[in-house]
């Protein structure tokens, strides 16, 4: 743009100054859970690790780790289990150990979490998710069978794999 002055005589200044704006555009944050890795099969007295990292070209404003249970709108977990989530600047990384034992699971089946992150954008427009997990709630019967079930089929491989090796030479 160019801003240029005229007196109340009507005289102009010799040259008029020239500026030049240069806009960039504000991108949506990025959200990523780290681990695990995918969906998993636990009990309700489950503990492992959740590692998160949210990121933002100019700043984050709130980074949560949301959970639903059982198909319903997704409550903030952070007021329960991993405390306030800080932001430091345009980055926020951590991880914590989620206890499952620490929530009333009763009657749950299906538990649904993810990162929500949004940015210092004042039009709230800059937010994003990361991938939606889910932790399917067993029984301990059922997960130790599962567990059984695995090491057998992975011993079975194993021992016909071992089979081949000796006939191969």
């Keep these: ?16 100054e020239t500026f030049r704006i240069q806009v960039t555009p504000d991108a949506p944050p990025t959200a990523r859970l780290l681990e695990p890795f995918g969906d998993l099969d636990v009990t309700a007295r ?6 998160y990292k949210a990121e933002d070209d100019f700043g984050l404003k709130h980074v949560r780790l949301m959970v639903s ?25 951590g991880a914590f150990d989620w206890d499952l034992e620490k929530m009333d699971l ?7 979490f993810f990162l929500a992150a949004q940015d ?19 029984s301990e019967l059922e997960v130790q069978s599962n567990v059984l079930l695995a090491a ?11 089979g081949n090796q000796r006939w191969a030479y």
Aim: charged share 25%.
């Design 120 to 138: 210092v954008n004042p039009t709230l427009r800059g937010k994003s998710e990361s991938a939606h997990l889910q932790l399917n709630l067993r």
């Design 1 to 16: 743009f160019t801003v240029g002055l005229t007196d109340k005589f009507g005289n102009r200044e010799k040259r008029a």
């Design 46 to 51: 489950a503990r492992f690790k959740v590692r």
């Design 106 to 112: 009763t009657g749950a089946s299906k538990l649904t």
């Design 69 to 93: 249970r059982d198909g319903a709108p997704a409550q903030p977990l952070d007021d329960k289990i991993t405390g306030p989530i800080p932001q430091i600047g345009k980055l926020s990384a």
């Design 152 to 162: 057998k089929a992975l011993l079975t491989e194993a021992l016909l794999g071992s």
